[in-house]
Structure formats: C-alpha cells, structure tokens
C-alpha cells in the first residue's frame, strides 16, 4: 500500500461550484498533514495545515479522520485560479520528511 | 516575505558529469531539506541536514550524492557522476525550528542529463 494514496483525477470543476477529495495515509501514527498546491513545473506551495478539528482558510476546509487514516480539501465557489494540482503531504514524526501524494489535480472551467 | 531561492533554474549536462545545485534557505532556518520530482511523478525525499550534518537520507540519497552548508547562508547538492535518471526537479526546502513542521519550498533546478 502506497504510504499516501490520492485520487490523480482531473476533477473537472465549472466555475462556482464546489469539489472535494480525499486523501489516505498509511501510517496511523503519522503526526502532521498538510495540503500543498503545485502549479505546472512550479515549487509546491503550503495551502493549509490540516488539524485534527478541521479548519477553515476563505474558500478552502480541511479535515482530518485519524480513525479512517485520510485527510479531504474541500474548495467552495471554484475560481478560475484554483486549477492546479493538490498535493497531500503527511509527516511521520517531527522533523521529519514530507511524505507527498502523487497529488489531484483539479480543473476550474468557465 | 522570506523566500527560498536556487540557482541555476535549468541546468544542462552530459552523463557522467558532476553538477552541483545551489540554494539559499530562508534566514534563521535550521532545517535544510532537498527533494526531487521525475517529470509526471510525485515529489520524493532525498535528504534533510541540521547542525552540519545529515539527519535523514532515502534510498535514492546514494553515494553520488552530497550535500554541504558551505558557509552561512549556501546549502548544496552535489551529483558527482550524473545519470539520465537523474534527469528531473530538484527542490530545496528550509524549515524554521522544531516547533513546526511547515517547509518552504524554492523555485526549484531543472536538471537535464543527456
């Protein structure tokens, strides 16, 4: 099993509307997860931390299931500038490397 | 805002050749990382360095690569004899202190083996 697992979509997305995806982990003990974003050829970028209680950044939530081991992202009211790949990013320990998914990408269209 | 920059942005070269990838992690951080992505696949781990050593290494991190703090602000990959594998992205990432987990990425080193 793959230590952290995420559907590569396309999710295809009409501007507006809302998409969510999950992610899972294989290491129950893992401590930390993130969700990263990743444009063409371009660095990963920091979204959001995800906590166990779930948050909130303007459109975007987070949650986290120790229980069920996944993480999900959920983007509210889909902008045209939200088109890129969504990379899930867990830590076993801390300090330790990040573990990335192969990432979803996600597809906003007009 | 702080940033992580690398230089070259692409970097051409034989196989066989050494190259070495340069970065400058943000100020005050004191945790390095480099990671790499094949074009088309996920981001993987190579190395993490602390206090001028290395903390961590993967499987991939073999004896053709190094890396250094050559003073107080460079951090650098070195590949002594590259390989068309090798052939991929190459990121540097700095992290702030043990209180958190969060890593800045740099723009990355496009690296073309041929």
């Known amino acids: 099993r793959k230590e952290v697992e995420q559907d590569p979509g396309p999710f295809n997305v009409p501007e507006g509307a809302t998409v969510a995806f999950n992610c899972t982990y294989s290491n129950s003990a893992s401590q930390s997860f993130f969700w990263y974003r990743q444009d063409c050829r371009k660095e990963p970028k920091l979204l959001m931390s995800v906590y166990s209680s779930g948050n909130e950044d303007g459109r975007f939530t987070a949650q986290l299931n120790r229980a069920s081991q996944y993480i999900s992202l959920l983007i509210r009211d889909s902008k045209l500038s939200d088109s890129a790949t969504y990379l899930c990013?867990?830590?076993?320990?801390?300090?330790?490397?990040?573990?990335f998914g192969g990432g979803t990408r996600v597809l906003v269209k007009p | 805002e702080p940033e992580v920059t690398q230089t070259p942005s692409h970097q051409v070269t034989q196989m066989g050749q050494e190259v070495i990838l340069h970065c400058v992690p943000i100020s005050n951080h004191l945790y390095f990382y480099w990671y790499r992505q094949i074009l088309g696949q996920k981001v993987e781990f190579l190395v993490s360095f602390y206090n001028n050593e290395i903390s961590e290494k993967s499987e991939i991190f073999d004896d053709q690569f190094s890396v250094e703090r050559p003073d107080g602000s460079n951090f650098t990959l070195k590949i002594r004899s590259t390989k068309l594998e090798d052939s991929a992205m190459y990121f540097c990432?700095?992290?702030?202190?043990?209180?958190?987990?969060?890593?800045?990425f740099g723009p990355g080193t496009r690296l073309t083996v041929l």
């Open positions: 990432a700095s992290r702030g202190t043990e209180l958190t987990d969060t890593q800045y």
């Open positions: 990013v867990v830590v076993k320990a801390a300090g330790n490397k990040l573990t």
